[in-house]
């Protein structure tokens, strides 16, 4: 089967830089998405990660290691519209099919 | 481009009876895929589809619900009869055969 951890909550202080950690169980793997959900809204995509190392997008970064079945997303000079919940997501075995994790809120304070 | 369009947004019905929520993918996208989200259970993948054909149904409560896309543009989740553990938001997603999906604004959906 395919399991997900990734903390429940997370606070920072806007212009702050704060890290959300994702580990992942999976019977086979092929890259780790990361998604932005704001309240009453839709999931939207952010980054993908099939190989290790660091992605840069903007103020955003994803992260991957496949040797520790983890990776982090990486929020830079935080703002107050970054206040969501953010959901990692594996692509593993089974066909093309994205299983999610239960989300980080993140709370961004001024 | 419209993008993931998902009708109706809200559906409240009662206990019992037949619900069915609509989805429009993004031209050009093999795969759909319907997620229910909810509080405690997060996000679940309910079924996919690449073209046009189901790939994975093993979330899906066969007893209740059912899936179709009887065309590249157009997919329908029916639930039939509706309980009241099935209310949440159902979310409706496509993709090109490249990791990201697009999801649609999803339906809202209470049984009471």
């Known amino acids: 089967g395919q399991s997900l951890e990734q903390p429940s909550e997370v606070t920072a202080v806007e212009g702050a830089i704060v890290q959300i950690n994702c580990t992942y169980q999976?019977?086979?793997?092929?890259?780790l998405s990361w998604y932005q959900q704001h309240d009453g809204g839709a999931p939207t995509f952010l980054s993908y990660?099939?190989?290790?190392g660091l992605e840069e997008t903007g103020r955003f970064s994803s992260f991957l290691s496949r040797s520790d079945s983890y990776g982090y997303l990486l929020l830079q000079e935080l703002q107050m519209k970054d206040s969501a919940s953010y959901f990692c997501?594996?692509?593993?075995?089974?066909?093309?099919?994205?299983?999610f994790g239960a989300g980080t809120r993140l709370f961004v304070k001024a | 481009d419209a993008g993931v369009i998902q009708s109706p947004r809200h559906e409240v019905t009662e206990m019992g009876q037949e619900v069915t929520l609509r989805c429009k993918p993004i031209?050009?996208?093999?795969?759909l895929f319907w997620y229910r989200q909810t509080m405690m259970q997060g996000l679940e993948l309910l079924v996919y589809?690449?073209?046009?054909?189901?790939?994975?149904d093993s979330g899906m409560p066969k007893d209740r619900f059912s899936a179709k896309m009887p065309n590249a543009s157009f997919s329908t989740l029916k639930i039939q009869p509706s309980e009241p553990r099935d209310s949440a938001v159902y979310f409706c997603?496509?993709?090109?055969?490249?990791?990201?999906?697009?999801f649609g604004s999803g339906t809202r959906l209470t049984v009471v």
């Open positions: 031209s050009g996208h093999d795969y």
């Open positions: 997603a496509s993709s090109r055969d490249s990791p990201g999906y697009t």
């Open positions: 589809f690449n073209n046009k054909a189901v790939m994975d």
């Open positions: 999976t019977s086979g793997f092929y890259g």
């Open positions: 997501a594996v692509e593993g075995t089974g066909g093309f099919k994205t299983i």
């Open positions: 990660n099939a190989l290790d």
